[in-house]
């Protein structure tokens, strides 16, 4: 599916392109350690480079198997999908942006919200240090928890699922430029855009910015939902987790959260308690309540 996507994308000479943009991406993260640390002589963490260059090495492996969760569901979904919505106007190029969107957001969003899914994610964010490296660091395990299938109204609408396959990987080949965080705000665009200003906010663990700006090209459903927080210059931002995550293993990396999950799903008492931890909130009981108290008091502000 995902060689259909990128000839979708690239034409019969898709495999060149995907090669010409692998060496961009990998050569842009190099240099940007390579000039940290030889002209900038700036902290620079080659250990976390290599760990998510193994991510990387690693996830292209897996991704070998062919294992999705999302690949019959596609098929199911484009087998009944609602009508056929070719790529040959430029409205149907706006509708499957704004739509891709609009599910990367709850994607997001979900996956810091459900254990299930945040047990990946977290490796993303698991580096101490907000590199182009980090980027790269997406973990082994996304297309066996079916993080994909938040995608499939798109096909049920009509767009053919290589097409959507093909926007999503545009989605992300943007947001590897988000990872420089000494680039400086960009006037106006940030009311639009996610920007590094923004993505800075999200990979940080300060409590004050958790779970916020979910955006992948654009920031206006952070506005919408109520998910943005703006950057602050009291506040010195702390990137990782909010238990950092000190190892250069790949594989621990890759699966810490999930052995987390096991053990305390291990230790609940009664199955209802077992569903609740893999699919409640990454911290459990005690955050999720802390939200709804910060979602009631935020209701009753406006209320007054």
Known sequence: MFADAMQTAFGADYLLWLGLLAALVFTAATAEGLVQTYLRHAQY???????????????KLIGLLGLSLATPVFALAHAHRLTTIELSTPVAFLVLFVGLEFCYYWYHRVSHKSRWFWATHAVHHSPNELTLATALRLGWTGKLTGATLFYTPLVWLGFAPAAVLAALSANL????WLHAPYIPRLGPLEWILNTPTHHKVHHASNEEY??????????????????????????????????PLTTSNPVKIALHEWINLGRD???APDWKERVEIVFGP????????????????????RAS
Request: glycine share 10%; with cysteine.
């Open 173 to 176: 080949l943007y947001q590897f």
């Open 45 to 59: 963490d080659w250990r976390a480079y290599f760990a998510s260059m193994a991510d990387m090495v690693g996830r």
């Open 210 to 243: 958790l779970d916020c700006n979910y955006g992948g090209v654009l920031i206006i459903f952070d506005r919408m939902f109520g998910t943005f927080v703006d950057l602050r210059d009291d506040i010195e931002i702390r990137y990782g987790l909010t238990t």
């Open 282 to 301: 990454p911290g459990g009981k005690a955050k999720a309540q802390k939200e709804a108290q910060v979602a009631d008091g935020f209701t009753a502000q």
């Open 265 to 267: 799903v291990l230790a």
